[in-house]
């Protein structure tokens, strides 16, 4: 059952109410900043502009589009507003056929094309090129044809952590991690909406929006969603074992919903990460990755979450050897103390001054050989400090 009591169509979907399609108006219509890197100019773009160019081009080219959804946290927010899991890349999954390579290239041509609509009038697109905007505006661009996974992502770059991410979707094995982050918004019929002319939206006139969750079970997800409860199926098929997103999860005020059960759940996500990640290399690209992607501007939560993960890792690994389990604490513990000393915290009569020496393993060229840290929070007792 949706917020407020909606009907509901199918175990696995449920009408929106006006509440929440208002919610969805708004995140449709905010302008949200895609920033350039080096001269190039910050385009404001809104999702349902965007969005709506980008369906009409690849179909005018020949690639229909089934339908497109909002997904993510941002979804999460439409449905519940206030469930402490603060939204920050804007989701959007275009359901394509992307049968051949060639598809992939028109995927990216398209997007890349539709950027010029939003740069700054007098701004001279004659000499901008297709590589000059990716270069430019694109954080990230991943393209997967390894059956029976077909898709793609185009990520848009933004300084405060909100990146407008395209996903182009033929087939996927894995659509969530957990059941608060499996719902999908079918945006179709509010896109539609948009382009009668002078149709306001309101209470008593808006589009009919239906709300899916992957999960299997909507009225399930949902309750999980506003009582903060972290459940999941088939954990075996989760990339990196959804580890990251569980102490994500956790530091958020999220709690497991089986109790004792998520004890042998956590060393089942170690194990499963640990299999997928298994070169140091690998795991701190990964975890910077998702620090960047989801804590950007959380100094202090971003420091609380690597205090969970490093718990969670200590706690639950039994899969290692005593020597790559140190190598990965040392790893969390390097990167705590950096965000620490990121942070820029003035020290006070409680504050210390740790001088640590990277393990011979990091390379990272934001350290000298001996790091000093001073910070107005006790420094962890598991950083070795001389």
Not at 175 to 200: C, K, M, N, R, T
Not at 313 to 336: D, K
Not at 355 to 369: I, L, T
Request: hydrophobic letters at 40%; charged letters at 25%.
């Amino acid at each position: 059952m949706a917020e407020g009591g909606s009907s509901t169509e199918t175990e696995c979907s449920s009408l929106l109410t006006w509440d929440q399609v208002s919610r969805l108006n708004e995140v449709l219509t905010e302008a949200v900043p895609v920033h350039g890197r080096g001269n190039f100019p910050t385009l404001q773009v809104r999702l349902k502009d965007i969005v709506r160019k980008v369906r009409d081009r690849l179909e005018a080219r020949g690639l229909a589009v089934r339908d497109v959804r909002l997904n993510g946290s941002t979804a999460s927010h439409v449905l519940v507003e206030d469930n402490g899991w603060s939204y920050k890349d804007l989701d959007v999954i275009f359901r394509v056929g992307l049968p051949r390579e060639a598809d992939f290239q028109l995927v990216k041509e398209v997007v890349l094309g539709t950027l010029l609509d939003f740069l700054p009038g007098g701004v001279n697109t004659e000499k901008i090129t297709p590589a000059t905007l990716k270069e430019a505006y694109v954080q990230k661009l991943v393209k997967v044809s390894a059956e029976p996974d077909r898709w793609s992502l185009i990520s848009l770059c933004n300084n405060d952590g909100r990146n407008v991410e395209l996903k182009f979707v033929d087939s996927i094995r894995r659509q969530f991690e957990f059941s608060v982050d499996s719902f999908h918004i079918v945006l179709d019929p509010v896109l539609s909406h948009y382009e009668l002319a002078g149709a306001a939206m309101t209470a008593l006139s808006h589009p009919a929006v239906v709300g899916e969750s992957v999960y299997g079970d909507f009225g399930a997800a949902l309750e999980h969603l506003r009582n903060k409860v972290i459940a999941t199926r088939r954990p075996e098929e989760i990339r990196g074992g959804g580890l990251l997103k569980y102490c994500n999860l956790l530091v958020r005020g999220f709690r497991p919903g089986d109790g004792d059960g998520f004890r042998g759940l956590e060393r089942y996500m170690c194990s499963r990460f640990f299999i997928d990640f298994p070169d140091i290399g690998e795991q701190q690209r990964k975890l910077d990755s998702y620090l960047q992607s989801h804590f950007a501007g959380e100094g202090q939560r971003r420091y609380d979450y690597l205090m969970v993960l490093r718990r969670v890792v200590n706690e639950s690994t039994v899969c290692l050897m005593g020597h790559e389990r140190r190598q990965t604490l040392s790893l969390i513990s390097l990167t705590a103390l950096r965000v620490l000393a990121e942070q820029n915290a003035i020290p006070d009569a409680s504050s210390v001054t740790c001088y640590y020496q990277p393990a011979p393993y990091v390379r990272d060229m934001n350290f000298s050989n001996y790091y000093v840290a001073s910070c107005s929070q006790p420094i962890p007792t598991w950083l070795p400090c001389n």
